[in-house]
């Protein structure tokens, strides 16, 4: 017999890692098609000939950088091994034993994940039938024993987001004494004028803090950086937490060079929500159901169907995530790779005789 584990670990859920067979596109982790740009590439080369020092501890040139892009001051960020960790930092900076975390289903994976590491119950409410966020229930499910809550806006994995109304009537019913994390993971991503920036609630409330990251819009998914915003309170909290040194000399490097060239990522992301429009549209007319999204996803919620789907698609060499019996998630890559999965679409509708 080994040396057993806390009691708990057995009931927290392995990671599954996908697997990557040479020549598939992957469309399942929601990563950039295209790879940093070279500057960043250049960046980090020269980052790595320090590699002998440890970096900066609060990645203070990092945050320069950032505070000037978001118009912050410098106590209002820090910096992570990507934005997951901050999810992490920010759970145990803030929950005890016994405390709740609040999010709903399905989201980000990782927030109950999270919580039930740190010994914390997570409670989650169900999307709505848009696959949205239902915000009023959520509300209305904040018991004494919540602390964070979690909004993932847009959406992973439905893409769906809420607008600034929703929110703002949301935030408005938190108690001051409850941290609400608006996860903008693929903010850039976002083209409706209604889907609100988190920042402008989270510089008007000290409960509300917003994370962000490098890994989609960026393209710097493999390197590792994301950050949060909030106040100076929020950030000295998940800053007390951090693992020491988590986020290396490459990666503080990469973001900062990456920050120099908003312009070009801008650029990138208008293209990929552009593609993203034009994909739904095909996959409507295949017959499938598609909510709107605003993210470099899109959602296809099959039900039953969505294993087997899924592995239909990996046997012509396109992977996507299958989530259980409730749907598949596809990233939006570029257009080469989207006409593999079409064309994986149109099959399986010819396939299945009767379509979608
Ligand atoms: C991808 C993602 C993140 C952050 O990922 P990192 O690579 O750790 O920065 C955070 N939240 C959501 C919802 C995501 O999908």
């Not at 009023?136 to 809420?162: E, H, K, L, Q, Y």
């Amino acid at each position: 017999m080994g040396v057993p584990t806390r009691a708990d670990l057995a009931g927290i859920p392995d990671y599954i890692i996908p697997g990557r067979p040479p020549g598939a596109v992957l469309l399942n982790s929601n990563e950039s098609s295209l790879p940093p740009l070279p500057a960043v590439v250049e960046a980090v080369a020269r980052a790595a000939a320090q590699g002998h020092r440890y970096p900066q501890w609060f990645s203070e040139d990092l945050v320069a950088w950032l505070t000037a892009e978001l118009e912050v001051p410098e106590s209002w960020v820090a910096i992570g091994c990507g934005s997951v960790s901050l999810c992490q930092q920010l759970i145990q900076a803030y929950c005890a034993l016994g405390d709740e975390v609040l999010c709903a289903w399905r989201s980000f994976e990782a927030y109950p994940v999270f919580a039930r590491v740190a010994g914390v119950h997570a409670r989650t409410v169900a999307l709505d039938s848009g696959h949205r966020h239902d915000l009023a229930a959520m509300a209305d499910a904040v018991s004494p024993a919540t602390r964070v809550v979690f909004v993932c806006n847009p959406n992973n994995p439905t893409g769906t987001a809420v607008d600034a109304r929703e929110l703002r009537d949301f935030v408005e019913r938190i108690p001051d004494d409850v941290l609400v994390v608006l996860d903008e993971a693929y903010r850039e991503f976002v083209t409706d004028p209604d889907v609100p920036d988190g920042l402008l609630l989270a510089r008007e409330r000290g409960n509300v803090a917003v994370l962000r990251t490098f890994s989609k819009a960026y393209g710097l998914a493999g390197i590792r950086v994301g950050y949060c915003v909030g106040s100076p309170a929020v950030v000295s909290a998940v800053n007390k937490v951090a693992v020491p040194f988590a986020v290396s000399r490459l990666a503080q490097a990469a973001a900062a060079a990456a920050l120099a060239h908003t312009a070009e990522v801008s650029e990138r992301c208008r293209a990929v929500a552009a593609e993203r429009e034009h994909l739904r549209d095909r996959l409507l007319a295949a017959g499938l159901s598609v909510p709107a999204s605003q993210a470099n996803f899109l959602w296809l919620p099959l039900g039953d169907r969505s294993a087997d789907f899924a592995g239909f698609c990996a046997d012509r060499g396109v992977l996507v995530r299958c989530f259980g019996n409730e749907g598949v998630r596809v990233t939006v890559g570029v257009r080469e790779e989207n006409d593999v999965f079409v064309r994986a679409v149109q099959d399986y509708a010819s396939d299945a005789g009767a379509g979608f």
